[in-house]
């Protein structure tokens, strides 16, 4: 064992100035790599929510700030040595001009951030069509969006452009100045499409339709994420949102069309299988229908529609035909019937036996007849005689007319 005799750094100032420079160096290094994209966007709607956070930590600020500075003013004046200047006055109970002060500047405060969101909320509305792509830049009337259609898959995206028939994985593109009009959905659980550059989150779920406009205003190169954790890929469900001229963008269409692969039903079901860092791919086709297949949910071959189901409601119900309508509906988003899981679902989710004997705590036995080795025993049919018919009302149509 050896040891050393040279003298410790806190000996040596120079040393430890030297030492203290270098953290300094490797940190701001270190911070250099970040790119506040969120403070820093490049779509005209992402810069007016930037604004709008500036503007609210701006006005909290001046409550925050001064309180922090009293504390410290009033612990030092206040102070149990300091019996000069601050006079002890046990009987003090009110004063006026105190609370004026306390309440006055909180309210405004709150009411100038009550207004800001009121303006807010409907300027900002993502279902709300551009009426400007910029401060003093008005759509021309002439303008037609640019309509992309989004398909959150495990872990991937998927985009349609129904204008240019056309569809691409984990990359699309839009040209700089022109409105896009975004329709969105997943194909089983939740994610928020998002790309900090451009706007806000949105969210996207199975058999919904969530609706988001935008526009890009400075070319580049951009990364879209999900906001939503999704399972095992969700760290890797990125995509790149390319701002390009018009020019640029036309290319990029042909360089799709140029692909002879077709999204047919067969081809959007093996992508919708789980899968993880897929490389971009193109799609120079895309066949009829398909979106509206994949919002109803009814992209493989004998499931119902939603549309259906909600025609069938409004007639009142399907009568002695609801036992088939019910299998129509059993939708395998959880994939145990084609056996292409996640490999991060849980059981009872994914019916693989459980890796622990342990029933978890407040967990109830789920469903699990129709689940592959599940663990979990499925609920006993009623006997015979015990079953109740559903209540007559269940069948009655509806007396006025029914709003979806």
Same mark, same amino acid.
Request: hydrophobic share 35%.
């Given at each position: 064992?050896?040891?050393?005799?040279?003298?410790?750094?806190?000996?040596?100032?120079?040393?430890?100035? #030297? /030492?203290?420079?270098?953290?300094?160096?490797?940190? $701001?290094?270190? /911070?250099?790599? $970040?790119?506040?994209?969120?403070?820093?966007?490049?779509?005209?709607?992402?810069?007016?929510?930037?604004?709008?956070?500036?503007?609210?930590?701006?006005?909290?600020?001046?409550?925050?700030?001064?309180?922090?500075?009293?504390?410290?003013?009033?612990?030092?004046?206040?102070?149990?040595?300091?019996? %000069?200047?601050?006079?002890?006055?046990?009987?003090?109970?009110? *004063?006026?001009?105190?609370?004026?002060?306390?309440?006055?500047?909180?309210?405004?405060?709150?009411?100038?951030?009550?207004?800001?969101?009121?303006?807010?909320?409907?300027?900002?509305?993502?279902?709300?069509? /551009?009426?400007?792509?910029?401060?003093?830049?008005?759509?021309?009337?002439?303008?037609?969006?640019?309509?992309?259609?989004?398909?959150?898959?495990?872990?991937?995206?998927?985009?349609?452009?129904?204008?240019?028939?056309?569809?691409? &994985?984990?990359?699309?593109? =839009?040209?700089?100045?022109?409105?896009?009009?975004?329709?969105?959905?997943?194909?089983?659980?939740?994610?928020?499409?998002?790309?900090?550059?451009?706007?806000?989150?949105?969210?996207?779920?199975?058999?919904?339709?969530?609706?988001?406009?935008?526009?890009?205003?400075?070319?580049?190169?951009?990364?879209? #994420?999900?906001?939503?954790?999704?399972?095992?890929?969700?760290?890797?469900?990125?995509?790149?949102?390319?701002?390009?001229?018009?020019?640029?963008?036309?290319?990029?269409?042909?360089?799709?069309?140029?692909? *002879?692969?077709?999204?047919?039903? =067969?081809?959007?079901?093996?992508? %919708?299988?789980?899968?993880?860092?897929?490389? &971009?791919?193109?799609?120079?086709?895309?066949?009829?229908?398909?979106?509206?297949?994949?919002?109803?949910? $009814? &992209?493989?071959?004998?499931?119902? $529609? *939603?549309?259906?189901?909600?025609?069938?409601?409004?007639?009142?119900?399907?009568?002695? %035909?609801?036992?088939?309508?019910?299998?129509?509906?059993?939708?395998?988003?959880?994939? /145990?019937? +084609?056996?292409?899981?996640? +490999?991060?679902?849980?059981?009872?989710? *994914?019916?693989?036996?459980?890796?622990?004997?342990?029933?978890?705590?407040?967990?109830?036995?789920?469903?699990?007849?129709?689940?592959?080795?599940?663990?979990n025993v499925g609920r006993p049919a009623p006997a015979e005689g015990q079953g109740t018919p559903a209540p007559p009302?269940?069948?009655?149509?509806?007396?006025?007319?029914?709003?979806?």
């Amino acid at each position: 064992m050896t040891f050393s005799t040279e003298p410790r750094s806190p000996r040596h100032p120079a040393r430890r100035r #030297l /030492l203290r420079s270098a953290g300094v160096l490797a940190l $701001c290094g270190a /911070l250099a790599g $970040c790119n506040l994209t969120v403070m820093d966007p490049s779509g005209y709607i992402a810069v007016q929510q930037k604004n709008l956070i500036i503007a609210s930590t701006a006005l909290m600020l001046l409550v925050i700030v001064p309180v922090i500075i009293m504390t410290f003013v009033f612990g030092w004046r206040y102070r149990s040595t300091n019996n %000069d200047e601050a006079a002890y006055d046990p009987e003090f109970h009110h *004063s006026t001009q105190l609370e004026v002060v306390i309440w006055t500047i909180p309210l405004l405060i709150i009411i100038a951030l009550g207004a800001m969101t009121w303006v807010s909320t409907h300027t900002l509305d993502p279902y709300r069509p /551009l009426s400007r792509v910029g401060p003093d830049e008005p759509v021309p009337p002439d303008t037609v969006p640019l309509e992309v259609q989004v398909v959150s898959l495990d872990w991937k995206w998927l985009f349609i452009y129904p204008q240019y028939g056309i569809a691409s &994985v984990n990359e699309m593109a =839009a040209p700089v100045n022109r409105p896009i009009a975004f329709r969105l959905t997943s194909s089983s659980v939740w994610n928020t499409f998002y790309v900090p550059a451009l706007a806000g989150m949105i969210y996207t779920m199975a058999g919904m339709q969530t609706q988001l406009h935008a526009v890009i205003n400075e070319e580049g190169d951009y990364r879209g #994420l999900s906001g939503q954790y999704s399972g095992t890929g969700f760290s890797r469900m990125t995509f790149r949102f390319l701002g390009t001229s018009q020019g640029g963008f036309d290319e990029w269409i042909a360089k799709a069309k140029r692909d *002879s692969a077709p999204l047919d039903r =067969a081809a959007y079901l093996e992508l %919708d299988k789980p899968s993880e860092a897929v490389p &971009v791919r193109f799609y120079g086709s895309v066949e009829n229908g398909l979106w509206d297949a994949i919002l109803g949910m $009814c &992209v493989e071959p004998g499931r119902m $529609c *939603s549309t259906e189901m909600h025609h069938i409601d409004r007639r009142g119900g399907a009568g002695t %035909d609801s036992e088939e309508n019910r299998r129509r509906l059993e939708y395998d988003i959880r994939r /145990l019937e +084609s056996g292409d899981e996640p +490999s991060g679902a849980t059981v009872p989710a *994914s019916g693989r036996p459980a890796r622990s004997e342990t029933q978890p705590e407040g967990a109830m036995p789920r469903d699990q007849d129709r689940a592959r080795g599940g663990v979990n025993v499925g609920r006993p049919a009623p006997a015979e005689g015990q079953g109740t018919p559903a209540p007559p009302q269940l069948n009655t149509a509806p007396s006025g007319p029914h709003q979806h």
